[in-house]
C-alpha cells in the first residue's frame, strides 16, 4: 500500500492506509512501528512516512510477485480480474527469486498488472507511474484511469461501479464528496467517492 500510494519518493499519511485498507487507526500504527523497526520505512511525526532504499526494494520485489501471479492468473487460469487479487496474495510470499524469474519468462516480462500497475524487474527497478489521484481532479480536466491501489475495498468499489483501467473520461462534476465523469465507453456520467477516487490514479490528457 506505502510503495503504490508514492512511499518511494513522498510521504504517506496513516489516513491514506488506513482508507485503502479499510482498517483501523490503530491497526495502521502498529503496522508502522513494525515497519520502522525493521527499517523499511522512516516516520515523520504529524508528517507521514516514506520508504527507506531497503523498503522501496523489499516492497517493489513483493509487488513483482504479487503482479506476476496476477497476470498469470488471468492469462493462463482465465481468472477475472476482480476474483486475482486475494489468490495472488496468498502466493507472492510464498515465490522464491527462480520461482518469479521463470514465470516471468514464461509469460513474456509483462510490463503491467490487470489492474493497471507497473511490474518491477527482478532487480527491483521499475519506472515511474501517475502519482496523481482522480480526487484531485477539476471540472473540464479529461484523462484516462490509469491505474488503481491493489486492494480488495478499492477493486470492489470500482467492480461494482463499472469503472475500468483505460477508461477516458471527461471530468463533468466536483464536489466535497463526489467526482462525476463522464465516461467515453459507456457515454454515461458516473459518480465516483471522493475518498475511493483518492486510490484511482489518472492521466491526464495533454491540453494543445
Known sequence: ??????????????????????????????????????????????????????????AALLVRNHRLWEVFLVESLHYPVDSIHQEAERLEHATTQDMADRLAEMLGHPQYCPHGGVIPDADGHYFDQSRKPLSNVKVGEKGHIERVVDEVVVLDYIRDIDLQIEDHFTVVGVSDSTITLHLTRTDKDLAVDRVRAAHIFIDPAIVD
Open 1 to 58: 500500500m506505502i510503495f503504490e500510494l508514492g512511499g518511494d519518493t513522498q510521504l504517506i499519511s496513516n489516513k491514506q492506509i488506513v482508507i485503502g485498507l479499510d482498517v483501523s487507526a490503530a491497526s495502521v500504527s502498529e503496522m508502522i512501528t513494525k515497519l520502522v523497526e525493521q527499517h523499511y520505512v522512516t516516520h515523520t511525526p504529524y508528517q507521514g512516512i516514506k520508504l527507506t532504499a531497503t523498503g522501496q526494494k523489499r
